[in-house]
Nanobody, 122 residues
Framework: QVHVVESGGRMVQTGDSLRLSCTAS????????MGWFRQAPGKEREFVAA????????LYGDSVKGRFTISRNNAKDTVYLQMDNLKPEDTAVYYC???????????????WGQGTQVTVSS
């Protein structure tokens, strides 16, 4: 069984940077992509970023383009989300998930973590 665990969320101030990590464990039968989503209170889940196994495809949501960077270390089964110039509207629970391909469509993702809270104070 595959599991993913997010870490790194905390409270920061506007303009700060933060790096989230997501580590996958278990038995994988194919080379998987990973993605980050977020959900703020009272709002729908929003796509943040995704990356494929070969690190040839990186996708970003419009609201984070130019500020967030997704990367991965396959030897560690870990994906990272570097978040720069954080804004109060970035406040949300951030989730990572695995998928057979890099995509912004949440329905394609099959294994989800429990999430990590990021709070950006103004």
């Amino acid at each position: 069984q595959v599991h993913v665990v997010e870490s790194g969320g905390r409270m920061v101030q506007t303009g700060d940077s933060l790096r989230l990590s997501c580590t996958a464990s278990g038995e994988f039968f194919s080379r998987y992509s990973m993605g980050w989503f977020r959900q703020a209170p009272g709002k729908e889940r929003e796509f943040v970023a995704a990356i494929n196994w070969y690190i040839t495809t990186m996708l970003y949501g419009d609201s984070v383009k130019g500020r967030f960077t997704i990367s991965r270390n396959n030897a560690k089964d870990t994906v990272y989300l570097q978040m720069d110039n954080l804004k109060p509207e970035d406040t949300a629970v951030y989730y990572c998930a695995t998928a057979p391909r890099a995509t912004a469509e949440s329905s394609v993702y099959d294994v989800w973590g429990q999430g990590t809270q990021v709070t950006v104070s103004s």
